[in-house]
Structures are given as C-alpha cells and as structure tokens.
C-alpha cells in the first residue's frame, strides 16, 4: 500500500514565524511532489511543485526534497493569518504516473 | 483563461436517488480525475479520464461511474446513494503529457445525502 504521510497538527504558529510542513511517502519511485492549501470548505489549491532534490523557493514559500530519505517539506516564511489552511502533500504513484497518492493534510493555524 | 468548473455547487438528495455531477477542465486540458473528500479527510482518488475512457480506478464501487465527452468535460455519477455517500466531490484536471501532471481543482460540489 503506497503512502503519504504527513502530521496531522494542528501546527500553531505565531504571526511572522516560519512555520514547518513535513511530508513522507512510501513509494521510492515517485518523481513529482506537490503541495497543495485548502482552506475550509473549498478545494484544494496548487502552492508548489516539487521535482528535484533541493529547495525550490517561490515568493514566501519554500519546498524541499530528499529522495533518498523519501521526505519533502514545505516552509512559509513570514506567516499570516491567512495562510491559516490545512496543507495536502501529493505524490505520483510510481506505478502509474498519472495517479497522485495524497497524505490527509497537516492543519496550520498563525496566530495573530 | 477560465478554470475548472463544476456543477452543481451544492446538492441534497435522499438515499437510494441517483446523482449526477459535472466537471469542465481547465483550457488546453484533457484529462479530468474524480475524488471524493469527506469531512477531516484527504482526497480520495475515484477514477480518471483520458480519451473518453476510464484509464485508472481508486477504491470505489460500481455504483460509482463517469464519462468523458469530446470536449473532455466529465460526468460523475452516483446510484443508490448511501448517507456515506455524503462529502465534497472535486474535479481536478491536467494535461496528459509529462510525468505527474499537475492537477488543477474546481470548486467542488458539496452533497449531501439525507
């Protein structure tokens, strides 16, 4: 069973800190990472795209991938109140590259 | 550039109906995948359509179908509904070439089985 795991939370953080989202996934053969914001009620909404080891950073938000520990982050700097989300790592199924595996969301809360 | 559509955005049916729900992709977008989310929950992967055809199936039963039109819209559609049945359905959509497409999501659907 391919898996995407990431800590529930709720990860509470105060306003302007840098807040941390970690994700894990089971498959070795994944290629393409995601990550995705949902605020309640709505859908799902595409923050990065992850391919490579390293970091790829874009405007206040940064991914990081280590294939070799199966491991991939998602750092926000400066949080606002409004990044308040609930955060989606996403993986493609190595098997089946047109299948994401998704993880069941890490909760942040930036507190004013 | 419109985005992904979906339609209704909200429904309410009883057990036993039948549901039917629709997706327009993303321009230059040929490929619609379904997931069901319930509340607290991620995504859950239903099925994915690529040149009218059923390409991959998650965990889902049969009552659980869909269709892909020319114009790569999609139907999903839902029979002998169940109170479980209840939860936000998303329409994601991408591109069929490259390796794990990004896909884009509507709005949703929230239904809502009594």
Redesign the interface.
Same mark, same amino acid.
């Given at each position: 069973q391919k898996e995407v795991e990431q800590n529930s939370g709720p990860l509470s953080v105060p306003e302007g800190a840098i807040a941390s989202l970690n994700c894990t996934y089971s498959d070795r053969g994944s %290629?393409?990472f /995601?990550w995705?914001r949902q605020y309640s009620?709505?859908? #799902?909404? +595409?923050i990065m795209?992850i391919?490579s080891n390293g970091d790829k950073e874009d405007g206040r938000f940064t991914a990081q991938l280590n294939k070799a520990s199966q491991y991939v982050s998602l750092l926000i700097r400066d949080s606002q109140p409004s990044d308040s989300a609930t955060y +989606?790592c996403?993986v !493609?199924d190595a098997g !089946? !590259?047109?299948? *994401?595996i998704?993880? *069941?969301?890490t909760s942040l809360a930036v507190n004013p | 550039d419109a985005g992904v559509t979906q339609s209704p955005t909200h429904l309410i049916k009883t057990r036993g109906q039948q549901v039917t729900l629709r997706c327009s992709p993303k321009s230059g977008h040929d490929?619609v995948?379904w997931y069901q989310q319930a509340l607290? %929950?991620? #995504? %859950? /992967?239903i099925f994915?359509y690529?040149e009218e055809e059923e390409? %991959?199936r998650g965990n889902f039963p049969d009552r659980f179908s869909g269709h892909q039109f020319p114009n790569y819209s999609s139907e999903l559609n839902v029979n002998a509904l169940l109170l479980g049945d209840s939860a936000?359905y +998303?329409c994601a959509s991408?591109t069929?070439g490259g390796?794990?497409?990004?896909?884009? /999501?509507? #709005?949703?659907t929230?239904l809502t089985v009594l």
């Open positions: %290629q393409s /995601f995705y009620g709505k859908s #799902p909404e +595409l795209s391919y +989606l996403a !493609n !089946n !590259n047109r299948k *994401l998704w993880g *069941l969301g | 490929t995948s607290g %929950q991620g #995504p %859950q /992967f994915q690529y390409r %991959q936000l +998303l991408s069929s390796v794990a497409d990004t896909q884009y /999501f509507g #709005p949703g929230r």
